[in-house]
């Protein structure tokens, strides 16, 4: 059985901010403290929301009070409200699959990564950084804005390890590079395999990632790069390993891909980076201000019935109540 709680030394936690941390385990974040009786204790969450018309068209021009948010049932106070024009840089991790099933895929693995930290990266404003993993986890580039950076550190990909830690470098991307930025956290995971020698869960990856306010993304490229792939589009799973990663990202508000040929690829880039122009940033206060560890359900309506009819939302659907040092 998986264990639940993992210890990582110091001297492993800041290899790893040196962009040096080799096979590596995630940890549990500390048990929080007791609350404080005499301290008055404000939390809030905040929501990335995809808003669509049908399946693909997405939809912007919406304002805050064309929304409305539930926790468990509840309607809740909206203390935050952004758009396109108003929301706050993107901090995208891209993490990169270099199990050995994808030896003869590299090249081809490595031009997607630094495709897609073009095509999604805002020149003075979004940051991105490069991981890499197998069975280590490698912090390639730490985020910058610089694409020459992140290019000759992708360039720098030569070998593959001999298994695919998946959620561990999920978990430890979320825990040690985004808890604490002062934007948007999103992950963009480029892999074909499913995760065979992780020490986290899949559960685990869902919990941090939400705890950290990170959407995930998922390109999987399982189905090979020669030809189409029939049947195969945006959010369809394939098989079990496919719908864990699909679930990675519908339960942070993201979304999978699964990719059949290059067109396809370029096209999933483009939906991402067109996605996370077009989100709108929500963040309400919980009536429940109780840090008591439960998971709460999150809903997110248009005021307008009509609306809800008409035109789809996606966000995180649930967060756990506890204390997190999060900016």
């Not at 030809?227 to 390993?241: L, Q, Y």
């Not at 699964?258 to 122009?277: C, P, Q, V, Y």
Request: aromatic share 8%; net charge positive; hydrophobic share 35%.
């Amino acid at each position: 059985m998986k264990r639940s709680v993992y210890i990582v030394s110091l001297a492993i936690l800041a290899a790893f901010a040196a962009g040096s941390a080799a096979a590596q385990r995630p940890r549990t974040s500390p048990t929080p403290p007791p609350d404080d009786p005499g301290v008055t204790k404000t939390f809030e969450v905040r929501l990335p929301v995809t808003v669509t018309a049908g399946k693909k068209e997405l939809v912007s021009g919406l304002s805050r009070g064309d929304f409305l948010v539930f926790e468990d049932g509840v309607q809740q106070e909206i203390t935050f409200f952004s758009d396109e024009k108003t929301n706050p840089p993107v901090f995208v991790g891209v993490l990169m699959d270099t199990s050995p099933s994808t030896a003869g895929k590299m090249g081809f693995s490595k031009e997607a990564a630094k495709n897609f930290i073009y095509t999604v990266t805002r020149l003075r404003k979004d940051k991105a950084a490069f991981m890499t993993f197998d069975h280590e986890i490698t912090l390639r580039q730490d985020f910058t804005d610089k694409l020459d950076l992140l290019d000759r550190a992708v360039d720098k990909v030569s070998k593959v390890g001999s298994q695919t830690a998946l959620y561990d470098a999920v978990w430890l991307f979320c825990d040690e590079k985004l808890r604490n930025v002062p934007g948007r956290r999103v992950i963009v995971i480029i892999t074909d395999g499913d995760d065979t020698y992780s020490r986290a869960e899949l559960k685990d990856a869902i919990d941090i990632a939400q705890r950290t306010e990170t959407t995930i993304f998922a390109i999987s490229t399982k189905a090979g790069f020669l030809g189409s792939v029939p049947g195969v589009e945006a959010g369809t799973a394939k098989d079990s390993g496919d719908k864990l990663l699909e679930k990675l990202c519908q339960e942070t508000g993201g979304e999978a891909f699964f990719t059949g040929d290059i067109l396809a690829l370029e096209r999933a880039f483009k939906r991402i980076s067109e996605e996370l122009r077009s989100q709108y940033i929500i963040t309400y206060k919980p009536a429940d201000q109780s840090y008591d560890g439960r998971l709460r359900k999150v809903e997110v309506r248009f005021a307008d019935k009509e609306r809800n009819k008409k035109l789809s939302i996606r966000t995180k659907s649930s967060y756990r109540a506890i204390r997190d040092g999060l900016k």
